[in-house]
């Protein structure tokens, strides 16, 4: 099944007219997720026609406003919606304190109910995992505590040849699932069919990873190694190096230099300082390191 990612804002600290806070929806193998929720995002979630009730689990990197300040409307708005599913929040500890107080203040009431996960682990940690996928935290550098997430498909079932299993009346159907898990067939006269020559292999498993804000650091190479699309802050080039550094954040030459080390598939650059105008200046910064970089187009669903 298609995994897409929707980039529905990608710009560092203040909206503009024609572009939004960090936000971003990814539907991975039927399940949907939110990653971090900027000002305004659940405007952007109507432009991208997305279904309010497909978000019940949203990620939060850290408590920056650009990251975060969008959560309370969307819970608000999802309550004047009738939602009645729990929502999954996962984010830095201290979330569930921001909002609560938000709510209690405003005397804002859910017909539902807000589930935290509250973060604080400085190790990478499994925090979300089904029988399709999972979810692990990816530490970061940042002026405040911050995660990037690493989204994974497990590794899919093997594929029936079933110009094999047809030889072989003594294979039924209820025997499939197990040839699927890779298991062998044994006959009746005790010959051992391999599994290899009964199945293929299966589809590639298809993997993510959200990195942004942080310093650059090479400590997260391990856990975003060959991922298939990396998408890394830049918010600034390397010229302004010392200040990327002083506001805990990375350049584009930096951000390749992280997917070329970490072998990704592509690179998509975001949270760009509204300093640049053209925003090509960090594509051709990062392409001379890593080739296969992109800019992100907002409210356009992305193929991985």
Known sequence: MSTFLTILGFNSAIPTVNSAPTAQFLEMDERSFLIDCGEGTQVQLRKAKVRFSKVNHIFISHLHGDHCFGLPGLI??????????????????????????????????????????????????????????????IPLKHRIYCNGYLFREKPKERHLNMAEVSKYPEIETCDYQNLKNGKDFILSDGYVLKNEILTKEPSKSVSYAFCSDTRYTEQILPLINEVDVLYHESTFL???????????????????????????????????SNRYHDLNVFLNEAREVFPNTELPKALQPVQI
Do not use: C, W
């Not at 909002?99 to 539902?112: A, D, N, V």
């Open 238 to 272: 390397h010229d302004l190096k010392e200040m990327a550094d002083y506001t805990g954040h990375t350049t584009a030459l930096e951000a390749a230099r992280i997917a070329r080390k970490a072998n990704v598939g592509r690179l998509i650059l975001g949270h760009f």
């Open 76 to 137: 608000a708005s999802f309550r004047l919606l009738g939602r009645e599913t729990p929502l999954h929040v996962y984010g830095p500890l201290g979330i569930k304190e921001m909002l609560e107080t938000i709510f209690r203040l405003s005397e804002t009431h859910r017909g539902f109910e807000v589930v935290y996960h509250e973060l604080q682990s400085k190790e990478s940690e499994k925090i979300y995992e089904d029988n399709r996928l999972e979810v692990f935290t």
